[in-house]
């Protein structure tokens, strides 16, 4: 197969940010996600979420009762 070109060049990062092909066509630099960042509970703030919109009401279901269990027959 091939070989690779003696005059490669080290990132100095240690970081693959981008690469380069032979004919100049540069790929992205890819997207890494931040991590998440830590949540302190005595910082953390709670919000209490109400929904005023008609079609986030509450809605109650009537469920009828179930049918009285029978006694079985002696045969």
């Known amino acids: ?3 690779l070109p003696g005059n490669t060049i080290a990132n100095p990062k240690d ?11 540069v790929t992205e630099e890819p997207i890494v996600p931040n991590p998440p960042k ?3 509970p005595e910082e953390d703030e709670c919000v209490e979420e ?3 919109d008609p079609d986030h ?3 109650h279901i009537k ?9 079985p027959k002696p045969p």
């Not at 469920?63 to 006694?71: L, R, S």
């Open 15 to 25: 970081e693959l940010k981008a690469i380069t092909t032979r004919s100049g066509l």
């Open 1 to 3: 197969s091939g070989t």
């Open 38 to 40: 830590p949540v302190n």
């Open 63 to 71: 469920v009828p009762p179930p049918p009285p269990v029978q006694k």
């Open 50 to 52: 109400t929904y005023t």
């Open 57 to 59: 009401a509450e809605y």
